[in-house]
């Protein structure tokens, strides 16, 4: 167990729903990250939070939408989702939000669009 | 651009062999480097990291040579292990800045053959 954890596990879904993965970061992180992982396009980094506020935008699409809540937990949201938007989305954590930080990774959640 | 690569997709090793994964990557400004193993399954597992002002470091079992003139980083697992079958990724990132964004390649599945 990373310290990192990740709801739901699994879910399935129709095109044109939403849905919402949830974080909660190991004790102790600030910052929050979220990853999505596909087989042709390895982890891609979507976007950051440190200590409620987006550090970092990577590749995310405008459909999908993310926050950092008071307490810490991070929740992505995403929707309009077509079939390409399977994939594993990652949530890792890390004390800091900048510098040599080594992030630790949740077991993910696995999101099929069918 | 920025991006990280590896050379093989694949490696096959026999258990007590050592092995070695490499990575390429582009960003001469990157100064802080990752290695991380993902088990099926499950997240992403730190294994070593390594600053740009090093060239060798190494851990329990594993060693991450970096070497800047070529931008070539790689990771060396002494006695392999079926329990180390996994795929292996390296991470990069620049440190300054007051946003971290750890960008990784594509992944090397390695297999440890009894």
């Known amino acids: 167990d990373s310290g990192v954890t990740q709801t739901p596990k699994h879910l399935i879904t129709a095109t044109g729903q939403r849905v919402t993965l949830r974080c909660s970061p190991r004790?102790?992180?600030?910052?929050v990250y979220w990853y999505q992982q596909s087989l042709d396009q390895g982890l891609q980094f979507l976007i950051q939070?440190?200590?409620?506020?987006e550090r970092a935008k990577g590749n995310i699409l405008e459909r999908f939408s993310a926050q950092q809540f008071p307490d810490l937990h991070s929740e992505l949201n995403l929707s309009s989702l077509e079939l390409g938007d399977s994939a594993l989305y990652f949530c890792?954590?890390?004390?800091w939000g900048a510098g040599a930080n080594v992030l630790t990774f949740g077991a993910g959640s696995r999101l099929t669009v069918l | 651009g920025e991006s990280v690569g590896l050379h093989l997709p694949t490696l096959s090793v026999q258990e007590g062999d050592n092995s070695i994964i490499n990575c390429a990557y582009s960003?001469?400004?990157?100064?802080?480097f990752i290695w991380y193993k993902q088990e099926s399954g499950k997240g992403p597992q730190f294994i070593i990291d390594?600053?740009?002002?090093?060239d060798k470091r190494q851990g329990q079992r594993v060693t991450v040579l970096l070497n800047k003139t070529v931008k070539h980083l790689s990771l060396q697992i002494a006695a392999t292990q079926p329990g180390d079958s996994a795929v292996y990724f390296c991470?990069?990132?620049?440190?300054?800045?007051?946003?971290?964004?750890?960008?990784f390649g594509k992944g090397t599945l390695l297999t440890v053959n009894p």
């Open positions: 890792a954590s890390s004390v």
């Open positions: 960003n001469s400004a990157s100064d802080y």
């Open positions: 390594i600053r740009s002002n090093m």
């Open positions: 991470a990069e990132n620049k440190s300054g800045g007051s946003n971290y964004k750890l960008t």
């Open positions: 004790s102790g992180d600030l910052s």
């Open positions: 939070y440190y200590n409620g506020e």
